[in-house]
Every structure is written in structure tokens, then in C-alpha cells.
């Protein structure tokens, strides 16, 4: 990422530009790559957090699945010791057992659609990841467009511009790629 001095070395040269009609062009350029790397930076950071945030939800899914898999494995285990042992009152143990086969019925429906809720948290990190990525490459184009064309400044050859040029709409295309992610 570009630093604020950078950034005000380069604004300082392109206003040095912007009074040699020549050099206009590229002043213009430098600024408008500027906005755009400023932009692709937010939008990068903006589903970067986005992807941590779906990472949290998924995590407290997955939790959630494994604590009612704890609560169903102990009902298990309870309904397995009351067939085994005898006791006194045998009505009692017979509803406690109707219980935790009815415990054990909505939580296995349960567990189907907590595990899909978790998977279907972890596509969208997967997803807003690759989107980041895209946004990240996207800046680094960007960037290396904006260095790139301030070099015509310093040797006033407008081959760095086209150059710098190329580099600037790969690195919009990237971003806009960002979006098509499926």
C-alpha cells in the first residue's frame, strides 16, 4: 500500500507537470489512479471484513452443531444406562426414555440444518475471500499503474504513461472481476 508521503511526493510532482501543457495528460492520469486505488482499497478492505465476519458467524454455527451433538451423544448414553439398570419405578424410566427418543428425533433433523447453515456460512467466506483477493490485486495493478506513470514526470517519456496505463486497466479489471465472482 502506497504511504501518505508517497502519495504527496507524487501529488507535488504531477501539480510540477500539471504547469508544462505537455505533461497535463499525465498529471491527470496520476490523479485519476490515485481516486481509483483509494476506491479498490476500500472496496478490498470492505470484503475482507466482510469474510472475517462470515468466518464468525460459521465458527458460532459450527459451536452450535457440536453442542447439541454433545446434548444428543449424553441423552444417548442416559438412555442407554436406563435400558441396563432396574429400578424401582419403571413407569418413570419409561417416560424419561420416550423423552430423549423424542429429544434424539428433533435433534438429529436439527443437526442437518445447523450443518448446512455452516457450510453454507463457510461458501461465503470462501467467497468474499476470493473477492478480496481480486480487489487486492486489483490495487497492487493500480499502484504499480500510478508509479509507473509518475516515472514519465522524471524522464518525460510517454512510454512509462502507456505503460502505466496498461498496468491501470488490469488493475480495473481486476476489480470489476471482483464482482463476477461466483
Known sequence: MMEANEAQELHEHAEHAAHDGTMRPVAFTMSLLAVLVAIT????????????L???KATDQWNEYQAKKIRSYN?????????VVSL?????????????????AKWAQEFKEEQD???ELENEVKLAEARGSRFDLGEALLEIGLVVTSVTLL?????YW?????????????????????
Open 41 to 52: 482499497t476500500v472496496l478490498g478492505h470492505r470484503t475482507h471484513t466482510e469474510a472475517v
Open 54 to 56: 462470515f468466518q464468525n
Open 75 to 83: 441423552t444417548s448414553l442416559e438412555s442407554q444406562l436406563l435400558g
Open 88 to 104: 424401582a419405578d419403571k413407569d418413570k424410566a419409561a417416560k424419561a426414555l420416550k423423552e430423549n427418543a423424542d429429544h434424539e
Open 117 to 119: 447453515k455452516a457450510t
Open 155 to 159: 524522464t518525460r517519456s510517454r512510454i
Open 162 to 182: 502507456y505503460f502505466g496505463i496498461a498496468f491501470a486497466v488490469a488493475g480495473v479489471a481486476s476489480a470489476v472481476l471482483a464482482y463476477l465472482v461466483r
